[in-house]
C-alpha cells in the first residue's frame, strides 16, 4: 500500500508517494538521499534521528511517514543559510567541541533547536533534560552542554539585537 | 600556561589554541558521509546469519531455499571460505565457521541480495541443524582439567601466551613488609557503543584488485589482513585498497579486521559486484567485541613507612571464543603493574581462558582500566592499615622523572605529583566528614609516546605545497573523532607560519596515504604528529633557503609566521609565503616544495623477560571525586569530578578537554552502569535501554586542569591523551564509596544492587 503525502521540508512543499510501514527515517535517508539525519539504533533509544514535526522533537526512527502528512518538517540540512552560514546552535557546537566523531551531532542540534524555539532561556537543566534522550559516546556531555547553553546565548544576544 | 615557542621564544601562533575540529562545520550540517551514507552504483547488501547455540556441532546446513529467493545473488557458509582465511593474531577464526560453532556470535552462513529486506528474509529460509555440545562460560572453569575444549587442536583452554613477569624478590620483600593486603577483584564485559554502528562495503575492479570502505582504526593493517584473505582466496599479487570513511567513533573497537569485512570481501568476489554489510545495533552489541573480563589475584605490601615493598597480581582474562588483540592486553597490564609508583618487587601473571562467551577486544585503555582498578583500591585499603593518608601514600610512592623502572621504562617527563596537586585543591581529600559523602583519588600512567607493540610503532607523511600558500599533508595516521585532522594541521601551520585554514589533511586512504600502525596506544598526536612535524621542518629548510637567496638574509635569521617570511633583525626584509613558492616553482630549474617524512619512535620491543622501554614517553595523572552514596538505595552519585592529566603540552586544549571528558564518563560508566550481561553466552541486553550509558541527564561537570611538563620527545612537547581519561575512573569512584560509606566493592560495575548487599553485609 502507497499513500500520496505532502509537507513541508525545510520550507519547501513537498509530495511523495509513501508505503505504510516506511518510518520518517527511512524515507529521508533512503528514498530522498537526506543522509543528514543518522541512524543510531532505529529504535527509539538514541537521538541520532531527532528532526523536528510541527515544533517537536520526534526520533524519525519510530515516526511513520504517512503521519508526515500536512506537517512541517525540520531536518539538520535545513539549518544553516542559504549563503553557507550555520545556524547559531551549529556554530556554537563546533566552537565548543560539542562535536567528535559527529555521529550523533545532528540529532544533538536538533533537540537542541526544538528546545531553544520552545523556550529560549532554558537553563542547563532544562537542557540535560531536553537531551536526555541524544547518546554522545565521545563527548561525555561536558562541551555539548555547554555548546548548547553558548547557543542560547548567541540567539538571544542576536533576538535582542532585532529588538532593539 | 606557558605558550612561548623555545625555538624561537615568541609566542606561539596555531599550538595551544582552541581551534575547533576542522571537519565539525561539515558534521554540523549533517554533510559528513558515514559508512551508513556510501552507496555505490549496484551495490548489493550483504547479511550474516549467526548461531544459535553457544556450543554446537553443526549437522547439516541447506541453503537451497534461500538461494532460489528472488533477488539473492548468493549464499556462502563455511564451506565456501578458504581454509587459510582466518582473522586474528592467533588465526582461529574463520569468518564463516564450518563443522562447529563455538559462541552464539559464530557465523554460520552470509548473504547478499538486492536490497537488505531480501537479505535478511533469504537467512530467515536457512535451515541449520545443530547437535549441542557442553559449553563453559567461566574461564576459570574452563582452566579446570574436565573441562570441555573449546578448539579441539589446542589440548587446554588457556592459550599459551607468555605473560609473566617476575622482578626482583617478591617473596623476601612480602616477608620483610610491615603491612600487607590482599584482594579479589572482577572486572566485566563492557562494550564500545560507538554510535555509528560498524560496517563494510568491498568491491573488485575488472582485475580483481579490491577496494574496501571500512570503518577501521588500522588502514595499514587492515590492509595486510585483506591481503592474506586474497591470497588465501587464490588471489595473488593483487592491490588492496583501504579506505575509512568517517567514523562514528572508534574507542579500539576497529582495531582489528573482522568477520562482517572479510565476509563483505567474499561476497563481492562471489558476484563481483560491490557488497555493503551494515550492522544494526542489536547486531552491533552482540557481534562486536567488549573489554577482557578479568578475575584479579593482587596482594601489595608497604613498610612502616608507606613505602611500597612489593606487587603481586595473578589474573585470568576470559578470551570468549576466538582471540583478537584483546588477549595481548596483558602486555599493557604489565605497565601500570610494574611502573605506576615505584615499586621495586613486582610478579605477574595472566592466563587468557577461551570460553563459549563473546570474544574480548581492544578497548580505550586496552587492560590499564583493569589492572588500575586493583592496583589503585587496594593502594586504599594499604593506606588504612599502615594508618597513613592516602594521598600521602600516593606521594610518598609517586613516580620522578628520570626514574628506570623495574620494567626497564625511562620516565622522561613526569608530572604525576602536579596532578595529585591540582586533584587535591579541587577536591580536598582530608576535609570533615558528611553523611552519605565520601571522597577518592586514583592516579594512572599510560603509554604517551607510542607503543611498541607491533614490529614498527611507525607513521608517515607526505607533505606538499602549492603556489599559493596552501599546504596537503597525507598523514598515516587515521582521524576518528578525536581530532588528529586538527593536531596535523596545526603542528605543521606552527612550523611552516601558516594559518590552521591552510592546511588540508588527507588520512585514510592507503591510495595516497602512507604506512601507519593504526589509531592505538594515544600514539596518534605523538608519532603522527612528530612525523608531520618532521615533513614539515624538511620543507621548511627549502623555503629558507630560498628566502634567504631572495631576501639576502642568513638562513638562521629568518621567520616563518602568519603566512609571511621576514628577517628576525631587519623585518624590513620580507616577502609573503606563497609570492616565495611562485619565485621557487616559476625560476630556471624550477621547484616545487613537498618532502616526506617516517617517523619511528626510539621504543623497545619488549624482551623475554618483557622489559624494554615500551613508550618514548609516558603520561600520567589523577583523578579526584566526591560521591553521594544512598544508604537506602545503594546508589552512588557524583558530585564532583576532577581529572588532571600530564599532557606533556596541549596542542589544542579544546580537543584535549574534549578527550578528557569522554574518557572520564565512559570510566564512569565503567565503574557505575555498563555491563553487557551474558546468559550462558547469550547477550541479554543488545539495546541502549538495557545497556546503562551515561545520558546528558546523568552528566556532571568535569574540572580537567591540564599540567604541562614539555616532553622533550613530543611534538612541541606534547605526548598522548587519547586513552588516560577512563583509565583511573573506577578506582577513584570505588575508593569514595568506601569513604562514604565504609564498604569496598571489588566487582565492577558498582551497582546500587552490590552496595546495598555490601552494606547489609557490613551491618550483619
Ligand atoms: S535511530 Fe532513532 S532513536 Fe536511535
Ligand atoms: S560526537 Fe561521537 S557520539 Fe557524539
Known sequence: MTTPISFILNGDELFHEVKDHWTLLHLLREEMGLIGTKEGCGNGECGACTVIVDGLAVNACLYLAVDLDGKRLETIEGLAGSDGTLHPIQQSFVDEGGIQCGFCSPGMIMS????????????????????AGNICRCTGYVQILESVEAARDRLSEQAGGRNE | MNNINPDTNQEFCVIGKRIPKLDAAQKAMGRAEYIQDIRLPGMLYGKILYSKFAHARIVKIDISRAKALSGVHAVLIGEDVPDKMRMGFYK????IKKGKVCSFRDEVAAVAATTPEIAKKALGLIEIEYEELPAIFDPEKAMEKDAPIIHEMHKSNVLNLPWHLDYGDVEKAEKASAFVVEERFTTQWVTHCCLGTSGAIALFDAKSNLTIHTNTQIPSLAQKDFLESLKAMGLKNKRVRVIKPIIGGGFGS?????????????LAHAVRKPVKILFDRAEEFKATSTRQPTVIYIKQGCDKTGKLTFRDMRMVLDNGAYTSWGATTPSVMMMPITSLYRVDNVRYDAKCVYTNNTYAQAMRGYGNPQATFAIESTLDMLAEKAGIDRVEIRRI???HPGDTTPQGFKITSCGLSECIDAVQKQIPMDGPKEKGIGTG???LIHV?????IYKSDGCGAILKMDDYGKVDIFTGGTDMGQGLDNITAQIVAEELGLFVEDINVVHSDTDVCPWDVGAHASRSTFVAGNAALGAAKKVKETLLAYGSKLLNVLPEDLVLRKRMIFSAKDPEKTMPIDKLLRKAHFSPQGKMLMADFFYDPDNENMGKDFKGNLSVTYAFGA???????????????????VAAHDVGRAINPLLLEGQVYGGVVMGLGYALTEEVILKDGETMNANFRDYKLFTAKDAIRIKAPVVETYDEFGPFGAKGIGEPGCVPTAPAIANAVYDAVGVRITDLPITPEKVLAALKKKKG
Not at chain 2, 582461529?92 to 569468518?95: I, S, T
Not at chain 2, 576497529?254 to 567474499?266: M, P, Q
Not at chain 2, 604517551?448 to 611498541?452: E, F, I, M, T, V
Open chain 2, 441 to 443: 583519588i586514583a592516579s
Open chain 2, 448 to 452: 604517551g609516546g607510542g607503543a611498541r
Open chain 1, 112 to 131: 537542541s533547536k526544538a528546545l531553544l524555539d520552545q523556550n529560549p532561556t532554558a537553563g542547563h537543566e532544562d537542557i540535560k533534560h531536553a537531551l
Open chain 2, 623 to 641: 583523578h579526584g571525586v566526591r560521591v553521594h552514596v544512598d544508604e537506602e538505595t545503594g546508589k552512588v552519585k557524583v558530585l564532583d569530578y
Open chain 2, 397 to 399: 610512592n609517586k613516580n
Open chain 2, 92 to 95: 582461529d577464526n574463520p569468518p
Open chain 2, 254 to 266: 576497529k582495531l582489528d579486521t573482522y568477520a562482517y569485512e572479510h565476509i563483505a570481501i567474499l
